[in-house]
Each structure stands twice: as C-alpha cells, then as structure tokens.
C-alpha cells in the first residue's frame, strides 16, 4: 500500500476574488491544449473556502523552510489501494518571478495530471470540505481547497481518466502512430507505463477498426478492437460486415479510448466511397514500410497480420508479439535471404543497423561552405590529380588543413586522424582544425579548397560524391544503396578486406553534399522567354510518389468561415440543355440514315439551331463535311459553349455573314485565330462568299448570350482568411503563394466527371505522385505532391494561390473537367484562359467539345503539348530511388533532378 503523504496540508482557507479570476484567466490561456483535449471531459474546479489560522501558520513555516511557491495537489490512488487514500503532488516556481500563476500553470503542464494541468479546466461553484481535497499554495500563504471526490474519473466513473489524457498527450505530442493502411483500418501505437507515465519503447499494441452496416438504408458504425484482448479481435474478426453490433468505446482499453479522438480528427471519407467496399476490396499484399520517427524499427504487414520489427542488438524482434520468431520476423528474415527481392533501400539500411541506435536521423557534415555544381579550376585539378598530389605529407599521412587568416598571425592547430574515403580506396590523413590564438575564434576543417567532404568521423573525396551524383542524374535506376554496394566491392578488389565506411555513413555524406551543393533553384525555374508569367503551361501528373503516411505535411489551409456559392449552373451553359436531345442529334450526325423525329423537338425548344441543322441537311444531305460534323459535335456535346465561341466573339462572327468576306485577306486571317470552327466551314463547304444569313446569324446571336452566363453574375472570390506561406510537399521558387485557394460551396458537392475522369487509384501506400508545370520550352516551373489520387482540385489550385492572373492557354490531358472545376467556383479569374487538351490524349476525349482540340488553332501549331510527358519520363527513373525516402530527402532530390533537368533545357534554348 502506498503510504500516504499530507505534509503541509491542514486547516482551510480563502483567496481573495482578484485571484481567484485570475486563475480563471489562467486556465483558459492556452487555446492549443483545450484543442486537443476538445474530445475529453475536463476537470472542474471547486468553490474556494476560507482557511483557519492554523493552516496559514503551517503554511508560513513552510514557506520558511523552501524558498519558492508551491501547489499540491491531493487526489484519491483508487489504482493501488483498495481504501481511499491520499496522493500529493508538490511543484515549486520562482518566488521572484512576477507573475507566479502563471508560472505555476506554464510549468505544472508536464509534471501535474493531464486533466488537471489542461487549460481547459474551469472553475465551479460547489462544496468542499472532504477528505479529498486539493489544494493550491501562492506566495501569499493563501491556500484553497478543491473538492476532487468525483472530479478525476469521466462523468463519476470508478477509473481515473489523468492516464488516459497523458497516453493520449504522449501519442500526440510523439507523433508516434504508425497506420498500416491510408484509412487507419489498422494503426500500432506504443504501449502506456501507467507507472512512469511514458510511452514504452520497446512494446506496441495494434487498434484495429471495422465498420459495420446492417443495411444500405441505415448508417453503420465503427467497431474498434484492441491486440490487447486476443479473444475480442477474434471474434469481432470473424463478424461479416452486415452484423448487427455497437459499444461501448469508454469500457474498451485504454489504448482504444485514446487512438479514437485522434482518429476522429483525421478521418476523412469522400461521400461517393463505400467503406464497405473498401474494407472487402483493399487486399494488403505482404509488405514492409520505414516508420519515420523510429530509427531501427520498421512496420511488417504479413497476411493482414501487423507487427513492429526491431533489430537494435543484431536480433530480429518483434514489438508486437514481443518475439523473435513470429511470423513478422520470419517475412524479414525470408525477404533478407531473398536475393531477388526488390527491396527498397531503407530495408538494407535496417539490416545494417546492427547496434545502437542514433537519435539523430543523419549525421551532418562538419565543412559548410557551398560547393559548386560546376568544377571551378581549383576543383577540376584536384579532381584530376592525386591527393598525394597536391595535399601535404607529414610521417607518410596526408595533412588536412585549411588556409585561414585571422587578427593574429600565430594560429594554433588541434589534429586528429580520419580516413579520407575515394573510390577504389582510402587514405589515412592527419585533419588539423585551426584556432586563432588573438582571439580564439575556431575553425573546423571545411576542406573546400582539397574538394574535400569533412563529416567529423571521416572524410570523403569530391570524386566520389560527383561520380554518384551523375550517376542519380543520368542512371535509369541507380540507387544509392546500389552505388554503395557496387563501392564496396572496388574497394574489396583494391586489397582492402572489408569496406570501412558503412551505408549509412555513405548515405549521410550523399545527403550532406546535395545539400551543400551552390544551386540557384530561382534562376533555375524560370525560362529566358517566358519570363515570370508565362502565357501558356503545359502541366500533368507523374507517378513518383512516396509513402502515404507522410502526407500528413501536405498543405492544410484555414477555410474561411465565407464560402463562394456557385454563380452558374453546367445545364445554362450548353448549347443544348437536354441530354436525351443532345444524344438524338449525336446520333443524327455521327451514323448514316439515322432518324430525325428528334429534330421536331428541337424545332420546338431550340429553333436557331433546328435552322442551321436544315440549311446542312438541305445543303448537303446525309453527307456532311467533316467541319460540319465538327460543329455540329460542340452542340451535342456536354461542354460548355464559352470553351469552343468566345465572350468578345459575336462581332467578329457576324462579320462572315457579310457578302465577299472571303476577299478580306485580314478578316479572314482573323476567323482563322479566333473562330477556326467556322472559317473551317466557310472554306471547306465550298461556299462562294459568306455563311447564309437566315440559318446563322440567330445561331450566332444564341451562342454569344450562352458564353457570357459562366460570368454574367459572378463576382471576384473572397481572398481573405489564413494561409500555410508555403507547402512542405511543393516547389515553386519564382511562383510562392499570393493567396488562399479559397472556400466554395461546390467543394460539398460529389461531381460526375464522366468518361473523362481519371480513376486511377495508384499503389496502395505510395502518394499519386507529383504535378508538374511547364512552360512551352520545356522549363519546369515547380511540381505539388498529391494527397490523393489526380484530380482538377491539384492545377486549380496551383493557379488560383500562385499565380497574378491566369494563364492565356492551359494545356491539360484532362482540362474538360478542370474547365467546369474552374466555371463552379471561381470564373472571373480563368475567365481569358483557353483550355486545351493535348495532341496524344484528346482521341480519347470523344465526349467532349472540339473546342478543347488543340489542332484546330493554328497559332499553336509548333507548339509542343507533349513537353511534361517528355520531361516526366526522365523523373519516372527516379522511383526505386525516392519512393521509400523521408519527405525532406524527396523533396531534395526530386528539386535537384528537375533543376538539372531545367539546366540542360535552358543551354539548348
């Protein structure tokens, strides 16, 4: 039984009502603690009553003895003694401090329970006077009294919840869960030591959740269970989705009570997934993953069966089911004598770390001076000679020293000995940091004028950094654990037994030398042409992704609590409202002896364009010249008008109506840029001097008017509330973000993007991968890491934030849907922008108008749409390379690569 402790508390007393606001104040201080514990009950302090004159004797005799202030805190231990007994926490604060509340509540946050020390607990009237009472001392002796019988368990439970919100404390402020899926279907998170109140390191637990629906008509609900409870997971395991089951969340573990708030925060179904469907479709394959925070660990998925696999002390154990011959440990082992598994390198580097493990992630490099991409003089002559060349010798070691000149001309050196790593060998050196014996300014080696890398426990020759370096650049698939193993075999073959430098080292010394590397990524990212804003982009998406469980650093913005409503609907903006007509008329045009009962119809709803249809059946029968079919297919089709007739083209087209308008040179010029659909028709249809009157220019007139309904009422988007200033997962060096993306009420909305839409759901535990940019020369303006799978949110939102105004021309494989994405929510600002769809991929776009097609404008004749295609089949290459990469290292090399990539373009231009 734990003996009880009360020193310092008897008697009662008072505090005055200044103070007593004033802890109010306090506890309501912190808005980032009542946020995450938002999910929580929270305690409630009681009313304060008025102490005796004994107890502040006691407490100035206290005071006498300690020097500074103090709160206890007296609470039932209903865990450890089946009796009620007493628990005292005593925190003691600077008395000289000016404000010794609110030291006492800044610093009591880590040592106080969690729901005691939360911000979120409120002061409330009530009685005390019990046996459990807690108290707070100030500086002023003035002690209070807080009746805290049923404050410390959730709405007057037996079990105390001051566990529960520190577990969950610890989970969140470690960040600490590891999902084994992207919807956390399952997630293993450490253990709890109720003793220490810390997360334990070497002990996970596995949450696992599955969701129940009786029938379609009715919601389901979530069922959580815990690998702490062997016998429930079995059976809830066994359950079909359709059973009829609910609980209780408070009556589940510990580890259940805490994982489902944060889950909750993070949970995130579209409305059109069926989580049903997603449960019984998402088969797991046998996998591995790298767990980001937790060197030496990594996540084994085996049969639907997750585990956590340590190799701290060169033996294979699992945290999971604390063994080493599980069958976690056994996949590890299975996949390490496989010399044919693809393995991805973060999997050789956990077989390597043998023994201790770092809590630093990378070991940086000692040297900080910027190395040029491209070899000065110095650099090229050290590159070409030997280092014995042109480095000092002293007792046959190579001397290591930089040049340095400082207030005083005795400077004092402190040596050691490294090993200086080249490629086929090593030599052993003599590095001597240098210290002005003036002032006592130190200076490590840097070992930029040797093209020297000092990392502090070696160093390593440019040569070898400068080899790999385009090996990463031109290689097809040239990996860095694949370059350090093809290195220790030069090595080996030059008479040394064993390779000194280990991967890990190599690989620190590679990530130390990119980032060192004197690159302008401003300069690099923008074209010579184009300038800043370029008139035209190319963008598209590429398949290099990285794991999915990192991108939760993707760009989260504040909605504004205004959201803009949709000015128009996609009905007013067809030429032709109706589908069952637009699918009459399709048929008409596209298939022989097809029948015309619909055309009455549309005598009745849409006269203008029943007598053009006549005049080019009269005209031309049942075969029409493929100009007019082209025609005729923007009016059938579900694009809106103002993609294929523009809003300042009326007069311009009523100008074909004029006689002789095929003698104009210029006008016709013009109809060829601005109106190519009809010039196509005014010259191939064989049509002596103008388009006739009486079947168009009411045609004319009806499209004009449809054009200018996208804008016709709307107005400029709100750009007010907050915004992340730049996104972790996105390089723009010349385009940072100008303003938010802004709220819409069509972003509720589930949209239809028919047979344009792009469904692929890509790897199972890789992101979609990026999208890039470019400008016509081939000039990458930056790339966005996708979340979720491609869609038009991904460019309208790199246009709305980045750029002063909209492009003239967007050239997208899927830009029909990106058209309407743009129309619903913000229109006024692509309101100029011509929307195309590349060469390659419009004949898979038969649904869509001809005014997307790029082929029929001539000014665009030379231009390249397949320059992202081109530019993004080089940074395919890069996929066994960076997938399985932390999100800083992806980021940094998928940067390095396009900029060089950028490079190349930017010397032929």
Same mark, same amino acid.
């Given at each position: 039984?734990?003996?009880?402790?009360?020193?310092?508390?008897?008697?009662?007393?008072?505090?005055?009502?200044?103070?007593?606001?004033?802890?109010?104040?306090?506890?309501?201080?912190?808005?980032?603690?009542?946020?995450?514990?938002?999910?929580?009950?929270?305690?409630?302090?009681?009313?304060?009553?008025?102490?005796?004159?004994?107890?502040?004797?006691?407490?100035?005799?206290?005071?006498?003895?300690?020097?500074?202030?103090?709160?206890?805190?007296?609470?039932?231990?209903?865990?450890?003694?089946?009796?009620?007994?007493?628990?005292?926490?005593?925190?003691?604060?600077?008395?000289?401090?000016? @404000?010794?509340?609110?030291?006492?509540?800044?610093?009591?946050?880590? &040592?106080?329970?969690?729901?005691?020390?939360?911000?979120?607990?409120?002061?409330?009237?009530?009685?005390?006077?019990?046996?459990?009472?807690?108290? $707070?001392?100030?500086?002023?002796?003035?002690?209070?009294?807080?009746?805290?019988?049923?404050?410390?368990?959730?709405?007057?439970?037996?079990?105390?919840?001051?566990?529960?919100?520190?577990?969950?404390?610890?989970?969140?402020?470690?960040?600490?869960?590891?999902?084994?899926?992207?919807?956390?279907?399952?997630?293993?998170?450490?253990?709890?030591?109720?003793?220490?109140?810390?997360?334990?390191?070497?002990? !996970?637990?596995?949450?696992?959740?599955?969701?129940?629906?009786?029938?379609?008509?009715?919601?389901?609900?979530?069922? /959580?269970?815990?690998?702490? %409870?062997?016998?429930?997971?079995?059976?809830?395991?066994?359950?079909?989705? +359709?059973?009829?089951?609910?609980?209780?969340?408070?009556?589940?573990?510990?580890?259940?009570?805490?994982?489902?708030?944060?889950?909750?925060?993070?949970?995130?179904?579209?409305?059109?997934?069926?989580?049903?469907? !997603?449960?019984? #479709?998402?088969? =797991?394959?046998?996998?591995?993953?790298? $767990?980001?925070?937790?060197?030496?660990?990594?996540?084994?998925?085996?049969?639907?069966?997750?585990?956590?696999?340590?190799?701290?002390? #060169?033996?294979? &154990?699992?945290?999971?089911?604390?063994?080493?011959?599980?069958?976690?440990?056994?996949?590890?082992?299975?996949?390490?004598?496989?010399?044919?598994?693809?393995?991805?390198?973060?999997?050789?580097?956990?077989?390597?770390?043998?023994?201790?493990?770092?809590?630093?992630?990378?070991?940086?490099?000692?040297?900080?001076?910027?190395?040029?991409?491209?070899? %000065?003089?110095?650099?090229?002559?050290?590159?070409?000679?030997?280092?014995?060349?042109?480095?000092?010798?002293?007792?046959?070691?190579?001397?290591?020293?930089?040049? $340095?000149?400082?207030?005083?001309?005795?400077?004092?050196?402190?040596?050691?000995?490294?090993?200086?790593?080249?490629?086929?060998?090593?030599?052993?050196?003599?590095?001597?940091?240098? =210290?002005?014996?003036?002032?006592?300014?130190?200076?490590?080696?840097?070992?930029?004028?040797?093209?020297?890398?000092?990392?502090?426990?070696?160093?390593?020759? /440019?040569?070898?950094?400068?080899?790999?370096?385009?090996?990463?650049?031109?290689?097809?698939?040239?990996?860095?654990?694949?370059?350090?193993?093809?290195?220790?075999?030069?090595?080996?073959?030059?008479?040394?037994?064993?390779?000194?430098?280990?991967?890990?080292?190599?690989?620190?010394?590679?990530?130390?030398?990119?980032?060192?590397?004197?690159?302008?990524?401003?300069?690099?990212?923008?074209?010579?042409?184009?300038?800043? @804003?370029?008139?035209?982009?190319?963008?598209?998406?590429?398949?290099?992704?990285?794991?999915?469980?990192?991108?939760?650093?993707?760009?989260?913005?504040?909605?504004?609590?205004?959201?803009?409503?949709?000015?128009?609907?996609?009905?007013?903006?067809?030429?032709?409202?109706?589908? +069952?007509?637009? +699918?009459?008329?399709?048929?008409?045009?596209?298939?022989?002896?097809?029948?015309?009962?619909?055309?009455?119809?549309?005598?009745?709803?849409?006269?203008?364009?029943?007598?053009?249809?006549?005049?080019?059946?009269?005209?031309?029968?049942?075969?029409?010249?493929?100009?007019?079919?082209?025609?005729?297919?923007?009016?059938?089709?579900?694009?809106?008008?103002?993609?294929?007739?523009?809003?300042?083209?009326?007069?311009?087209?009523?100008?074909?109506?004029?006689?002789?308008?095929?003698?104009?040179?210029?006008?016709?010029?013009?109809?060829?840029?601005?109106?190519?659909?009809?010039?196509?028709?005014?010259? +191939?249809?064989?049509?002596?001097?103008?388009?006739?009157?009486?079947?168009?220019?009411?045609?004319?007139?009806?499209? #004009?008017?449809?054009?200018? &309904?996208? !804008?016709?009422?709307?107005?400029?988007?709100?750009?007010?509330?907050?915004?992340?200033?730049?996104?972790?997962?996105?390089?723009?060096?010349?385009?940072?973000?100008?303003?938010?993306?802004?709220?819409?009420?069509? %972003?509720?909305?589930?949209?239809?993007?028919?047979?344009?839409?792009?469904? !692929?759901?890509?790897?199972?535990?890789?992101?979609?991968?990026?999208?890039?940019?470019?400008?016509?020369?081939?000039?990458?303006?930056?790339?966005?890491?996708? @979340?979720?799978?491609?869609?038009?949110?991904?460019?309208?939102?790199?246009?709305?934030?980045?750029?002063?105004?909209?492009?003239?021309?967007?050239?997208?494989?899927?830009?029909?849907?990106?058209?309407?994405?743009?129309?619903?929510?913000?229109?006024?600002?692509?309101?100029?922008?011509?929307?195309?769809?590349?060469?390659?991929?419009?004949?898979?776009?038969?649904?869509?108008?001809?005014?997307?097609?790029?082929?029929?404008?001539?000014?665009?004749?030379?231009?390249?749409?397949?320059?992202?295609?081109?530019?993004?089949?080089?940074?395919?290459?890069?996929?066994?390379?960076?997938?399985?990469?932390?999100?800083?290292?992806?980021?940094?090399?998928?940067?390095?690569? $396009?900029? /060089?990539?950028? /490079?190349?373009?930017?010397?032929?231009?």
């Amino acid at each position: 039984m734990r003996p009880k402790r009360k020193r310092f508390i008897k008697g009662k007393g008072c505090l005055s009502e200044e103070f007593k606001a004033h802890i109010r104040k306090m506890a309501l201080a912190d808005p980032d603690v009542v946020a995450r514990l938002s999910s929580q009950e929270v305690l409630e302090m009681k009313k304060l009553e008025k102490k005796t004159k004994k107890r502040k004797k006691k407490c100035s005799e206290r005071k006498r003895k300690n020097s500074g202030n103090y709160v206890t805190i007296d609470f039932d231990d209903d865990d450890k003694a089946p009796v009620k007994e007493k628990k005292v926490v005593t925190l003691s604060f600077d008395s000289d401090n000016e @404000d010794p509340l609110e030291s006492m509540v800044d610093d009591s946050a880590d &040592i106080l329970p969690s729901s005691l020390s939360s911000s979120r607990s409120l002061v409330n009237q009530g009685s005390s006077g019990n046996d459990n009472d807690i108290m $707070i001392t100030n500086n002023n002796d003035a002690l209070e009294t807080f009746d805290s019988e049923s404050d410390l368990s959730v709405e007057n439970e037996d079990h105390i919840v001051d566990y529960h919100l520190s577990y969950q404390l610890e989970l969140r402020k470690q960040n600490c869960l590891v999902p084994a899926d992207p919807r956390f279907l399952k997630v293993a998170i450490p253990d709890f030591d109720q003793q220490k109140a810390n997360l334990k390191r070497n002990k !996970y637990v596995v949450v696992t959740r599955k969701y129940f629906q009786k029938n379609e008509d009715v919601d389901g609900n979530w069922i /959580y269970f815990c690998s702490c %409870d062997k016998a429930t997971s079995t059976y809830i395991e066994s359950l079909s989705f +359709d059973a009829d089951l609910s609980q209780d969340i408070k009556e589940c573990c510990i580890h259940i009570n805490c994982l489902v708030p944060i889950i909750a925060e993070i949970d995130y179904w579209e409305e059109e997934e069926s989580i049903i469907g !997603y449960q019984e #479709s998402f088969i =797991r394959e046998d996998e591995i993953s790298d $767990i980001l925070r937790e060197k030496g660990k990594i996540l084994v998925v085996y049969r639907g069966s997750v585990g956590i696999v340590s190799n701290e002390r #060169s033996q294979l &154990i699992c945290y999971v089911c604390s063994s080493g011959v599980c069958i976690h440990c056994n996949e590890v082992r299975r996949r390490r004598d496989d010399k044919d598994s693809n393995n991805p390198a973060f999997f050789d580097e956990f077989l390597e770390s043998a023994h201790s493990v770092s809590s630093e992630r990378n070991r940086k490099a000692i040297s900080c001076n910027r190395i040029p991409f491209h070899a %000065d003089e110095n650099m090229t002559r050290n590159l070409h000679l030997h280092p014995c060349q042109y480095l000092k010798t002293e007792d046959s070691l190579l001397v290591c020293q930089d040049n $340095i000149s400082c207030c005083s001309e005795i400077i004092g050196v402190s040596s050691r000995r490294l090993k200086l790593f080249m490629k086929n060998t090593y030599f052993e050196c003599i590095v001597n940091d240098s =210290r002005c014996t003036g002032c006592g300014a130190f200076q490590s080696y840097d070992g930029l004028n040797d093209s020297i890398l000092n990392m502090g426990k070696f160093l390593i020759h /440019y040569s070898l950094m400068r080899d790999y370096m385009f090996h990463f650049l031109h290689g097809k698939s040239c990996t860095l654990h694949g370059y350090y193993e093809v290195f220790s075999l030069s090595q080996k073959s030059s008479g040394h037994e064993k390779c000194e430098l280990t991967y890990k080292d190599f690989k620190d010394s590679w990530y130390s030398f990119l980032e060192l590397l004197d690159i302008d990524f401003n300069e690099g990212s923008i074209c010579k042409i184009c300038k800043q @804003d370029p008139a035209a982009i190319i963008c598209d998406a590429t398949s290099l992704g990285h794991q999915k469980k990192f991108s939760a650093l993707v760009l989260q913005e504040n909605p504004s609590e205004l959201c803009t409503q949709k000015f128009s609907k996609h009905a007013d903006r067809l030429a032709i409202a109706d589908k +069952d007509l637009r +699918d009459s008329f399709k048929e008409w045009v596209t298939k022989k002896n097809a029948s015309m009962e619909f055309s009455k119809k549309l005598e009745i709803i849409y006269p203008v364009i029943f007598r053009t249809l006549k005049w080019a059946r009269d005209t031309f029968g049942d075969d029409l010249p493929k100009s007019i079919k082209l025609f005729f297919k923007c009016l059938y089709s579900s694009s809106p008008v103002c993609s294929y007739f523009g809003e300042n083209d009326l007069n311009l087209s009523l100008r074909m109506l004029e006689p002789k308008c095929k003698s104009d040179a210029a006008l016709m010029k013009k109809f060829q840029l601005k109106l190519p659909l009809l010039f196509n028709i005014l010259t +191939d249809c064989n049509l002596e001097t103008c388009l006739p009157e009486e079947h168009w220019k009411g045609l004319l007139l009806y499209l #004009s008017d449809k054009t200018g &309904i996208p !804008y016709r009422y709307a107005s400029d988007v709100y750009s007010g509330g907050s915004f992340i200033e730049e996104n972790e997962l996105s390089s723009f060096p010349n385009l940072p973000p100008l303003r938010p993306r802004g709220s819409y009420e069509q %972003d509720a909305i589930n949209t239809k993007y028919g047979n344009c839409r792009k469904n !692929y759901k890509g790897h199972p535990n890789l992101t979609s991968g990026i999208f890039t940019i470019y400008c016509p020369h081939g000039i990458c303006y930056g790339f966005q890491v996708m @979340d979720k799978e491609e869609s038009p949110n991904v460019p309208f939102t790199i246009f709305r934030r980045r750029f002063n105004r909209a492009p003239d021309y967007i050239v997208y494989d899927n830009n029909c849907s990106l058209h309407s994405y743009c129309l619903n929510r913000d229109p006024l600002f692509f309101r100029w922008t011509k929307f195309l769809i590349d060469r390659f991929h419009w004949k898979n776009h038969t649904a869509c108008g001809t005014g997307y097609c790029m082929n029929i404008y001539s000014e665009l004749e030379k231009m390249n749409s397949q320059i992202n295609e081109q530019q993004n089949a080089a940074t395919k290459r890069l996929k066994t390379q960076l997938s399985y990469m932390r999100p800083d290292h992806f980021m940094s090399h998928c940067r390095f690569f $396009i900029w /060089y990539r950028n /490079y190349l373009k930017q010397s032929a231009l």
